[in-house]
C-alpha cells in the first residue's frame, strides 16, 4: 500500500498554518527576510529567513510580505519570497517521507488566478494533487456548519463573507470586504496621531497594542501605551481610540453579513441569521459577535458566535476536507 499523507493548508496574509494527518500543527507568520549584504549573509549563515527568525533581524534583512494585499503578484522579489515560504511552509510537515500527499490549500481572496497559477508551479514536485478551497468554507467544514450558515473570516487582509449552504460555495455566495485587521490598525494609528500630534509610532507597534486589548462595547476602557512624541516619552490613555476602531470593523461586518444574507435564497434566510459564525484572527476583538449582532438586529431574530480558536480553524477545516474528499475532486500536479 501507498503511504500517503494529507495536508491542510492556510496561506495567510499575517500569517499561515499547515496541518497534516500525523497530527502536527504549524503557523509561521508570512514573512520572509533576505539578508541586505555580504556582511550580513557572513553574518546570519543563511540566504533566507522565515518567520520570527525574519523579524528577529529584520535590520539586517530585505523583509517581505509576500502574501500581502496590495503586493504586486508580478513583482519578481516577491514571487521568490512567496515560493521561497510556501516550499518552507511545505517541509515543516515532513512530506518527503511518504509517497504521496494530498492537499487542500486556502489562499487569501485578493490572489487572483493568474497567482493560483504560481501557487500550482510552487507546488509541484511537493504535493502529489492539490484541491484550493476558500477560507470560509474550510472553516464550516471545521466547525460542521455546513447545512445553512454564514461564515465571517476576518483576518488581516480581508473580511470573507460567505454562505454555506450544503455544497461549496460558487462566486456569487461569497463576498470580500477590504477591512479586516490591517484596516483596523490604520485606522488606530491615524486616530493615535490626530489625537497625539508628533506620536511616533508603527503599524506593528499599533498592532501588539490592539492585539492585547482590543474591544467594543458600550463602557470605554482605559488602555495606557508608552509613545514618543517628538523624541519624548509619554504614557497617553489609546482606550476610547481603540474601541472606535474595532466597532468601525464590528460596523462593516454587520453591513456585509446583511447583505450576503439578502442575496441568499428567501426559504434559507431564518437559518442564516441564526448561523452567523465569526472567525480569523480579527474575531478575537472581545465583545465583537455582540456588537455585530446589534448591528444587524433590524433584520429580526439573529444569533452571531466567535467560533473558538480562530486561529487554527482554517487550517484545521482544509485537512478534514482533504481526508473526506474522494480523489477525483482533487487535481493531480505530479
Ligand atoms: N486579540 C486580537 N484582537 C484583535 N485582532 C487580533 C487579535 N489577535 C490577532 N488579531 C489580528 O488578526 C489578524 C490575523 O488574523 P489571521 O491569522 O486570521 O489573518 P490571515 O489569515 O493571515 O489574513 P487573511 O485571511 O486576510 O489573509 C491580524 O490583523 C491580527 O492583528
Ligand atoms: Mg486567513
Redesign the pocket.
Known amino acids: 500500500m501507498t503511504d500517503r499523507l494529507y495536508i491542510g493548508i492556510?496561506?495567510?496574509?499575517?500569517?499561515?498554518t499547515i496541518a497534516t494527518s500525523k497530527g502536527d500543527i504549524h503557523t509561521i507568520e508570512?514573512v520572509v527576510g533576505t539578508p541586505k549584504d555580504p556582511v550580513a549573509r557572513n553574518m546570519l549563515g543563511r540566504d533566507t529567513l522565515f518567520g520570527e527568525d525574519a523579524l528577529k533581524n529584520r535590520l539586517a534583512c530585505n523583509i517581505f510580505r509576500p502574501?500581502e494585499?496590495g503586493v504586486a503578484q508580478d513583482d519578481s522579489d516577491h514571487l521568490n519570497a512567496a515560493k521561497d515560504f510556501v516550499t518552507h511552509l511545505i517541509d515543516t510537515a515532513g512530506c518527503d517521507e511518504y509517497d504521496e500527499v494530498y492537499g487542500v490549500i486556502c489562499s487569501?481572496s485578493h490572489i487572483s488566478f493568474t497567482d493560483k497559477t504560481n501557487l500550482v508551479s510552487i507546488l509541484r514536485g511537493k504535493l502529489t494533487a492539490i484541491m484550493v478551497v476558500s477560507?470560509p468554507f474550510a472553516v464550516a467544514f471545521a466547525i460542521q456548519q455546513l447545512m445553512g450558515s454564514i461564515i465571517v473570516?476576518?483576518?488581516?487582509?480581508?473580511?470573507?463573507v460567505a454562505r454555506i449552504v450544503g455544497r461549496f460555495p460558487e462566486d456569487d455566495d461569497q463576498l470580500t470586504i477590504p477591512e479586516?485587521?490591517?484596516w483596523?490598525?490604520i485606522e488606530l494609528m491615524k486616530a493615535i496621531q490626530k489625537k497625539y500630534t508628533g506620536a511616533q509610532i508603527t503599524k506593528d507597534m499599533v498592532?501588539r497594542w490592539?492585539?492585547?486589548n482590543?474591544y467594543v462595547g458600550d463602557k470605554i476602557k482605559e488602555v495606557l501605551v508608552d509613545l514618543s512624541v517628538e523624541g519624548k516619552s509619554q504614557r497617553v490613555d489609546i482606550g476610547d481610540l481603540l474601541e472606535t476602531a474595532?466597532d468601525e470593523l464590528a460596523q462593516k461586518l454587520g453591513i456585509a453579513v446583511k447583505r450576503i444574507i439578502s442575496s441568499g435564497d428567501p426559504e434559507y434566510q431564518p437559518i442564516f441569521r441564526k448561523n452567523v459564525y465569526l472567525?480569523?484572527?480579527?474575531s478575537?476583538?472581545?465583545g465583537l459577535a455582540a456588537k455585530v449582532t446589534e448591528y444587524i438586529s433590524d433584520i429580526g431574530d439573529v444569533s452571531v458566535s466567535a467560533v473558538k480558536k480562530?486561529?487554527h480553524k482554517?487550517a484545521e477545516g482544509a485537512l478534514a476536507l482533504a481526508e473526506s474528499m474522494p480523489d477525483e475532486e482533487y487535481t493531480s500536479i505530479v
Not at 496561506?11 to 499561515?16: A, C, I, P, R
Request: proline share 5%; charged share 30%.
Open positions: 492556510d496561506l495567510g496574509t499575517f500569517q499561515s508570512t502574501l494585499a487569501p477560507e473570516d476576518s483576518g488581516a487582509g480581508t473580511t470573507d479586516a485587521g490591517d483596523v490598525d498592532r490592539k492585539e492585547k482590543s474595532c472567525a480569523g484572527g480579527s478575537q476583538i472581545k480562530p486561529e482554517v
